[in-house]
C-alpha cells in the first residue's frame, strides 16, 4: 500500500475509534467505582476523628462486696470544698463527637480497626478502577487512540486513595504512640482538616472562579479591604468567646454569697454610697 493509503486508513482508524469510545460516557462499573472511593474516603476521615468505642464485653458483678470500714448508706456526706469545685471547672473540657485532642487507647484502637476496615475496599476499588482505565476494553488497533481520562482519574481515584491512606496512617501512628504516652495533635487549634475533604475540593475550582471574578469586577484593592474586615470581625468574635477567668479575692467574693438573693457587691456598693452621702443607687 502507499504512504497515502496508509495515512488514509490511519486517520479513518482513529476517527472511528475516538467517536466509538473517547465519546462515549464512562461506564456503569467506572461510575461506581468512583463514588465508592469518594464515600469510603469520606467515612475513613470521619472514623479516624471520631470519639466512638466498641462496647466492652465484661459483665459488671451482680453483688458489690462492702468493705468494713465503709460508712453506712444515711451517713452525712462530706461537701466538697470550694477551691476544689472552681479548680475542677476551670480545667473541664467538653469533648464533641469528633477532633479530640487526649484520646483514650480505646479509642485509639476503635479508630485503627474500624479504618482498616474500610481501607481494605478502598484498595481493591482503587486496584480495579486504575487497572480499568490502564487496559481498556477496546477492540485491536483502537488502544493508541483511546484516552484515559487522567483528570478524572487524579479528582476521584487517585485523590480519594491519598486521602484515606493519611487517615488510615494517622490512626496507625496515632495507635503506636501509646506505648510512648503521646498523642497526634491538632496543631492548627480549631482550623483542622476537614473529613469531608473529597467533596470540599470538588468547590475549590468554583470558588477560585468566583474570586478571580470577584476581583476582575470590584479590584484588588477593594477585595483585600473586605477580606481585612471579614477576618477581623471573625478574629473579633473569638476573643469575645474567650472565658473570664476569676482569680484571688474576686474569686473567693463571689463564693462566699453566692447563695444569696442579691449579687454579692451589691450590698458593698450601697453602703459605699450611703457613707459618702450619694442616694443614688
Same mark, same amino acid.
Given at each position: 500500500?502507499? =504512504?497515502?493509503?496508509?495515512?488514509?486508513?490511519?486517520?479513518?482508524?482513529?476517527?472511528?475509534?475516538?467517536? @466509538?469510545?473517547?465519546?462515549?460516557?464512562?461506564?456503569?462499573? &467506572?461510575?461506581?467505582?468512583?463514588?465508592?472511593?469518594?464515600?469510603?474516603?469520606?467515612?475513613?476521615? +470521619? *472514623?479516624?476523628? /471520631?470519639?466512638?468505642?466498641?462496647? /466492652? /464485653?465484661?459483665?459488671? =458483678?451482680?453483688?458489690? %462486696?462492702?468493705?468494713?470500714?465503709? %460508712? %453506712?448508706?444515711?451517713? #452525712?456526706?462530706?461537701?466538697?470544698?470550694?477551691?476544689?469545685?472552681? &479548680?475542677?471547672?476551670?480545667?473541664?473540657?467538653?469533648?464533641?463527637?469528633?477532633?479530640?485532642?487526649?484520646?483514650? =487507647?480505646?479509642?485509639?484502637? &476503635?479508630?485503627?480497626?474500624?479504618?482498616?476496615?474500610?481501607?481494605?475496599?478502598?484498595?481493591? $476499588?482503587?486496584? !480495579?478502577?486504575?487497572?480499568?482505565?490502564?487496559?481498556?476494553?477496546?477492540?485491536?488497533?483502537?488502544?493508541?487512540? *483511546?484516552?484515559?481520562?487522567?483528570?478524572?482519574? $487524579? !479528582?476521584?481515584?487517585?485523590? =480519594?486513595? *491519598?486521602?484515606?491512606? /493519611?487517615?488510615?496512617?494517622?490512626?496507625?501512628?496515632?495507635?503506636?504512640?501509646?506505648?510512648?504516652?503521646?498523642?497526634?495533635?491538632?496543631?492548627?487549634?480549631?482550623?483542622?482538616?476537614? #473529613?469531608?475533604?473529597?467533596?470540599?475540593? !470538588?468547590?475549590?475550582?468554583?470558588? +477560585?472562579?468566583?474570586?478571580?471574578?470577584?476581583?476582575?469586577?470590584?479590584?484588588?484593592?477593594?477585595?483585600?479591604?473586605?477580606?481585612?474586615?471579614?477576618?477581623?470581625?471573625?478574629?473579633?468574635?473569638?476573643?469575645?468567646?474567650?472565658?473570664?477567668?476569676?482569680?484571688?479575692?474576686? @474569686?473567693?467574693?463571689?463564693?462566699?454569697?453566692?447563695?444569696?438573693?442579691?449579687?454579692?457587691?451589691? @450590698?458593698?456598693?450601697?453602703?459605699?454610697?450611703?457613707?459618702?452621702?450619694?442616694?443614688?443607687?
Amino acid at each position: 500500500m502507499s =504512504p497515502n493509503m496508509d495515512l488514509f486508513e490511519k486517520i479513518k482508524t482513529q476517527v472511528d475509534c475516538s467517536s @466509538e469510545y473517547n465519546f462515549q460516557g464512562p461506564s456503569v462499573s &467506572t461510575i461506581i467505582f468512583s463514588i465508592a472511593l469518594v464515600i469510603l474516603a469520606i467515612l475513613i476521615e +470521619l *472514623v479516624v476523628h /471520631s470519639n466512638f468505642t466498641f462496647k /466492652s /464485653s465484661k459483665r459488671k =458483678p451482680k453483688y458489690k %462486696p462492702v468493705a468494713e470500714d465503709e %460508712p %453506712p448508706e444515711d451517713a #452525712p456526706t462530706q461537701q466538697p470544698e470550694a477551691e476544689a469545685s472552681t &479548680t475542677s471547672s476551670r480545667t473541664k473540657k467538653t469533648v464533641s463527637g469528633f477532633f479530640n485532642n487526649s484520646p483514650s =487507647p480505646a479509642i485509639r484502637k &476503635t479508630r485503627l480497626i474500624t479504618a482498616t476496615i474500610l481501607y481494605i475496599p478502598v484498595v481493591v $476499588i482503587f486496584s !480495579l478502577r486504575l487497572g480499568f482505565a490502564l487496559h481498556p476494553n477496546v477492540r485491536s488497533g483502537c488502544e493508541e487512540f *483511546v484516552e484515559l481520562g487522567w483528570p478524572s482519574i $487524579i !479528582l476521584v481515584g487517585i485523590f =480519594p486513595f *491519598v486521602i484515606s491512606t /493519611s487517615a488510615w496512617l494517622r490512626a496507625l501512628v496515632d495507635w503506636i504512640l501509646i506505648r510512648y504516652n503521646r498523642t497526634l495533635s491538632y496543631t492548627w487549634g480549631k482550623w483542622f482538616w476537614p #473529613p469531608c475533604l473529597p467533596v470540599a475540593c !470538588l468547590f475549590i475550582p468554583h470558588f +477560585l472562579v468566583f474570586g478571580i471574578l470577584l476581583v476582575l469586577a470590584l479590584g484588588f484593592k477593594k477585595c483585600a479591604v473586605s477580606l481585612m474586615g471579614m477576618v477581623g470581625k471573625v478574629s473579633g468574635l473569638e476573643e469575645e468567646e474567650e472565658e473570664v477567668e476569676l482569680v484571688g479575692e474576686e @474569686e473567693l467574693g463571689l463564693l462566699e454569697d453566692v447563695d444569696s438573693d442579691v449579687p454579692p457587691a451589691y @450590698e458593698e456598693a450601697c453602703e459605699a454610697r450611703k457613707r459618702t452621702g450619694d442616694d443614688r443607687v
